[in-house]
């Protein structure tokens, strides 16, 4: 693997990670399956943490979010752990109380930002776009319960310190969806496990407390819950990786939609269409 430069202060991979030893080790041993966490100072983030956006929640609810949610207990309906939308008027003071205000892929202005998150997708061999940040704020005490998110993630603490307890997820690899545990299976993943699914047991878990320039990766389908021990802000470097089916998809599209045997109605079952799409799908490949 080629090794790099010295990385003080530029946005990159070797920045964000605390060093360039720590990115090649990053990239040897856990991108993108397994968690990754390290703790360095915050000056190695200038331009991603210190962006004017990032000063307060009020100047956070002044920046035009796809959406801004309010989360904690009693939230969103249900007698736990929940989210609701909320007016960034109303916002700050919700932060007071006790809830932790999530700015869901926030519109930053700071150039500073995108330069650095361009840059990362840049070096991790990704499309513009594919990492996509959006900012917590949250109170002490509170947290987020056992749940797993279907995109990787760059945890990165600006401020304060919180927990993060994370576990292999044990009953489906790559899920496709998110999941809250104890809520109702949904579709998507009730076909791909069996029996009821619960978080792998304390003595599977980690724990680490983020603080400030700490950065936590976690991949895609782990389990993790959250609690915050000191005010805390955070930015979550969202990363959609594309999969396998979506390298695929457009292939398998074009065939069907070109070809004028799949464009005709069905009438009756043809068990041959299996093999007839196989073929097809090679013939495609070959003429590429
Ligand atoms: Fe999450």
Redesign the pocket.
């Known amino acids: 693997m080629k090794k790099r430069k010295s990385s003080a202060r530029i946005p990159s991979l070797a920045s964000l990670l605390g060093g360039a030893k720590n990115a090649d080790r990053f990239l040897d041993t856990a991108w993108p399956n397994e968690p990754f966490v390290m703790h360095g100072a915050p000056s190695r983030l200038i331009g991603l943490v210190d962006v004017p956006e990032l000063k307060s929640a009020e100047t956070m609810c002044g920046v035009p979010c796809r959406a801004l949610l309010a989360q904690g207990q009693h939230l969103g309906g249900k007698q736990r752990f929940g989210n609701i939308a909320v007016e960034p008027s109303v916002a700050p003071s919700l932060l007071e109380t006790g809830a932790t205000l999530y700015f869901n892929e926030p519109e930053f202005r700071s150039r500073s930002l995108w330069k650095w998150i361009r840059s990362l997708e840049r070096e991790l061999g990704q499309q513009p776009g594919v990492i996509r940040p959006s900012a917590f704020f949250s109170a002490p005490g509170r947290g987020?319960r056992m749940?797993?998110?279907c995109t990787e993630?760059f945890v990165v603490q600006v401020r304060g310190r919180k927990t993060w307890t994370f576990a292999r997820n044990e009953h489906v690899a790559f899920p496709p969806v998110?999941y809250l545990e104890g809520d109702p299976l949904p579709d998507e993943l009730r076909e791909l496990v069996r029996g009821p699914m619960k978080a792998p047991s304390a003595k599977k878990r980690v724990s680490v407390e983020l603080k400030p320039g700490s950065v936590l990766y976690?991949p895609r389908g782990w389990w993790?819950s959250t609690h915050t021990t000191e005010t805390s802000v955070h930015l979550?470097l969202l990363t959609a990786l594309p999969t396998w089916a979506d390298a695929a998809r457009p292939l398998i599209e074009s065939v069907l939609h070109r070809g004028e045997a799949w464009r005709a109605p069905v009438t009756t079952a043809d068990p041959t269409k299996t093999d007839a799409l196989l073929a097809d799908v090679r013939a495609a490949l070959s003429a590429r």
């Open positions: 987020a749940h797993f998110d993630s998110n976690l993790h979550d």
